[in-house]
């Protein structure tokens, strides 16, 4: 992937037709979201296990961006935690297109050596509403160190994600 993901999500960032980047980071509010995912994890191209996760996105968009956190575990006890930004690009009233970047901190367990502790997420996905507080979402996410480490093979899951909008 070596970044391909991670230029989806800023070139969607940036022309974003309702609120581009490049207008500002203008403060709107946002309906948070609480999202469960459960995923197949990807090493070398091969099915190497599987992986569950949570996210929570925060209450205001900046420009078309929403902050969120992230964290996750493997099969095999590699554990993942991060904060980033998600973009959405709306494509009918049902139907959008989501874009991730999270960078975060990736403990390795019994799971596979990816070269270090920094790593960035980037996802690129569809996402579809079921009513005003439920979407499902399928992505796909690629991990690594963005070649700041030596060795930097990545790892890619495809995620299915169940959406749940909160009110406070």
């Known amino acids: 992937m070596n970044g391909i993901i991670a230029a989806a999500f800023l070139a969607s960032s940036l022309l974003n037709p309702v609120y581009p980047l490049y207008d500002g980071i203008s403060q709107r509010p946002a309906q948070r979201e609480q999202v469960i995912q459960i995923s197949n994890k990807y090493f070398q191209k091969n099915l190497s296990g599987q992986e569950v996760g949570f996210y929570s996105t925060g209450d205001s968009y900046y420009g078309p961006l929403k902050p969120m956190f992230s964290a996750s575990i493997t099969d095999k006890g590699g554990f993942w935690i991060?904060?980033?930004?998600?973009?959405?690009?709306?494509?009918?009233?049902?139907?959008?297109?989501?874009?991730?970047?999270?960078?975060?901190?990736?403990?390795?367990?019994?799971?596979?050596?990816?070269?270090?502790?920094?790593?960035?997420?980037?996802?690129?996905?569809?996402?579809?509403?079921?009513?005003?507080?439920?979407?499902?979402?399928?992505?796909?996410?690629?991990?690594?160190?963005?070649?700041?480490?030596?060795?930097?093979p990545g790892m890619e899951t495809i995620q299915i994600k169940l959406h749940r909008k909160i009110n406070f």
């Open 82 to 152: 991060g904060a980033g930004f998600e973009n959405d690009l709306v494509i009918n009233e049902t139907v959008s297109a989501s874009f991730t970047f999270m960078p975060g901190v990736y403990s390795h367990g019994n799971d596979e050596n990816l070269g270090g502790w920094l790593m960035f997420r980037s996802g690129i996905g569809l996402k579809v509403n079921y009513s005003s507080d439920i979407s499902l979402s399928i992505i796909l996410d690629h991990r690594s160190s963005g070649d700041i480490w030596e060795y930097n």
